[in-house]
């Protein structure tokens, strides 16, 4: 039987790695769905998007406003902060509310990092880097601060930066709910069957992950940028969680209410309508 090829495309970082372990290395089942996986940064998944490149992907809660038209929102694989998030560092202490004047890094325009920067500093200046940038800029003194997304969170003390404002913990102070940063997309045109079997398999993907989680987390480290298993440990479950395997309704209300606000105040450009498949 020939099997259906299914791009899936996801971000090169362990939170990603260990959530599609299962998928990648072929541990489950997918019957006459093959699954091809393409790494690349968020913010280029975000604009390949807008594209339609691939069946399936990782995207921004951001970028998601331009995309419902092409694409669903899959029930499972959402990447979420409770109390935490985005980090904005800075190579000297300074408040959060003078980044106004400030020049700060950011990984991408279409990133949910970037919009709620906005949401908290609406004439935030900025300059695009390369996420796995955005460190060493910072640190060099070329910007005044920068937005860190992946493990950077976790690291930037060692190089004797400050945390300016932690966006997750913003968030849950102004709305009681996680920050929703990124969740897989799915094509609506391959039909409801197909992707009813494909959200099915990303998500027994996340729970055998979970189930088997020091065989996930080994695989994952190879894309751990530098974290010793101990960190790279913590990260995922950052970012892997209850939440990844399905929304809930919390889940569901944290991204109505990002978008509901990014549209109130102008950031996005009409009002998103979600369905979760």
Known sequence: MKKKDIHVAHSPDSDDAFMFYALATKKIDTGDLNYIHLLKDIETLNRRAMKGEYEVSAISFHAYAYLSDKYALLSCGASMGRNYGPIVISGKRMQARSLAGKTVAIPGTMTTAFLTLRLFEPEIKYHVVPFDQILEDVQSGKYEAGVLIHEGQLTYREMGLHKVLDLGEWWQEQTGLPLPLGGN??????????????????????????????????????????????????????????????????????????LSRAHKKKIIPSAVKLEFV
């Open 185 to 258: 997309i799915i094509k609506r045109d391959l039909g409801e069957k197909t992707i009813e079997r494909v959200s099915k398999d990303i998500k027994k993907s996340i729970q055998y992950a979970l189930d088997h989680r020091d065989e996930a987390l080994s695989y994952a480290m190879q894309f751990s940028r530098g974290l010793d298993t101990s960190r790279a440990d913590r990260f995922v479950g950052m970012y892997v969680n209850d939440l990844t395997l399905d929304y809930g309704a919390e889940g569901r209300k944290a991204v109505r209410r990002l």
